[in-house]
């Protein structure tokens, strides 16, 4: 095992504004008295609700199961009541059918929830499945469910499987504290994708800003064949699955394709820790690390969250908003979906709640284009921002189609850097929109 300091083209360097977190242990949050667990917190069809209002459900219980392949199921994290099946605000800025339970504070947990056994007992498609019953989707903020992901084609030839632990994203240090406190889980985890895929080499990629998680996953992999910890150079977006599988092994995804395309599977740290997690103890994904973090907060800090608990109970726990609130986001500020209410559950991809002061979030008045190019030379997929986002404003989907929109991984570098403050990813997501839409009415014909 050896360590190389990789990187890819394009990129900028956003502040990190990590310190606030970056040292603080992992704490276990409050008990929730309520939790609200919507039946979609996965990219794929929503869940069906399995249990009913007055049924009593225990830590560990499946209460909503996934609706076709591409869905992942929910479980309870609480002993209690279910009190009420109803649409619900959730963090993605929707009403989804949620499952209202109060807890008893017992904590009784499922008779089912056993350990499933050693990772040499356990053969591939049992792997698969312990994931896929656990709920375990990608815990980077996508949420794509992880069993999909563990299915390439059969045209696809996957030999690679990496782990991001590159959190780029500023403000965010869930991961870091995964990695220092759990590196066990994590390396028991990519073994297990890696038994699941049948392949022989697995990456762990780790931006340079966490010299201390690098170390502790390495002396955490060392003798292992075939774990490689790889230490990327620190500049966003180096978590982008395009940009890491550049990083680790030299290869391209090409346009328009999968990481399977280059014969990759990616899965975040987090994701890893959850396998490792559903076969060691049997206990499905109820709970997340989530950064709590910002000039908004009085106590920022990384908390052990049960699914379903609101987002203001967490926030009340790190002492409560500080100064004038400017605007709340899930996840990070590049990435991350700014929130209207503070009444929405911590889900499965919540990696953090950030809350900027209202001097912080302000944004300035954006300015006439200067050339300059600035934009061009930030994409990581070698795109023309300032193009794009002039055909979208003109409302020529079209040409920006035919400019590879729908390649774009809307990480905001463009934005970032634009010193006309110009709004270049937010115009080219309403163009990938216009064109996904447009493509699925032609479908429909
Ligand atoms: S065009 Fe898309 S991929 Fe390129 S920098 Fe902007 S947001 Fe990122
Ligand atoms: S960075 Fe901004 S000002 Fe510069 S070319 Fe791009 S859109 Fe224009």
Redesign the pocket.
Known sequence: MSIRILTFK?G?HPPHSKKATESLAIERANEPKVVVIPMQQHIGAPCEPIVQVGDEVKVGQKIGEAKGFVSSPVHSGVSGKVTAIEPRLYSGGTAVTCIVIESDMKNTVSDDITPKGSLSDLSAEDIKNIIKEAGIVGMGGAAFPTHVKLTPPPDKKVDTVILNGAECEPYLTSDHRLMLEHPEEVVFGLQALMKVLGVKKGYIGIETNKPDAIEKIFEMAKGIEGIEVVALKTKY?QG?EKQLIHACTNREVPSGGLPADAGVVVNNVGTAAAVAKAIMTGMPLIERIVTVTGQGVNNPGNLMVKIGTSFREVIEQCGGLKGKTGKVIAGGPMMGITQFSLDVPVIKGTSGILVLTEEEARLPEPTNCIRCGK?VE????????VN??AYSLANKHEQAEALN?M???????????CPAKRP??ES??VSKREILARRKKAQSK
């Open positions: 394009g900028t977006p982008a934009c930030a994409c990581p997929i070698n795109l023309m921002p794009l986002s929109a390649d774009c991984i809307e990480c905001g570098a463009c934005s970032f850097v270049l990813v080219i997501r």
